[in-house]
């Protein structure tokens, strides 16, 4: 715990943050699928699955949970994933776009590409940031 100049304690927070990232290799290529809170707001943008107030993140896991997430759907999701680890690695080159995603797709299989997104999507969603201790003596 920390005091503010008030005299206040507060908590210290990790920074590593909700993350969700799992690898593919395909085309002798390894592939990060990262996720984050940014990402997921990306995919309610890009997807059609819709709640009370629009697309969100819930939609699109009761669209999957209910079997109405399409194939076309996963390989956006996928698409969107390797993107954002693209860019979180600050890779040089093209964005991955939609039919790099199906590339990937039809080498590995739906299934090991819908298990890599939805791994990486719950670990965003599960995330809980727990409190750290100051490593100050307390004042």
């Known amino acids: 715990m920390e005091k503010s100049e008030r005299g206040e ?8 943050g909700a993350r969700g990232e799992r690898f593919l290799e395909a085309g002798g290529q390894r ?7 940014r990402g997921l707001a990306e995919a309610e943008r890009g997807l059609d699955k819709r709640g009370p107030v629009g697309p969100t993140v819930i939609g699109l896991l ?8 399409s194939i076309g759907d996963v390989a956006r999701l996928l698409q969107i994933g390797l993107e954002c680890g693209r860019r979180d690695a600050q890779a040089p080159g093209p ?16 299934s090991q590409v ?20 100051s490593e100050s003596p307390p004042m």
């Open 9 to 16: 304690r507060s908590t210290l927070l990790r920074t590593s």
């Open 62 to 69: 009761t669209a999957a949970q209910g079997g109405d997430l």
């Open 95 to 110: 964005q991955l776009t939609l039919q790099d995603a199906w590339g990937i797709m039809d080498e590995l299989g739906f």
């Open 114 to 133: 819908t298990q890599a997104v939805f791994g990486a999507v719950a670990d965003v969603l599960s995330y809980r940031a727990a409190p750290v201790e």
């Open 31 to 37: 592939y990060t699928v990262l996720f984050t809170n």
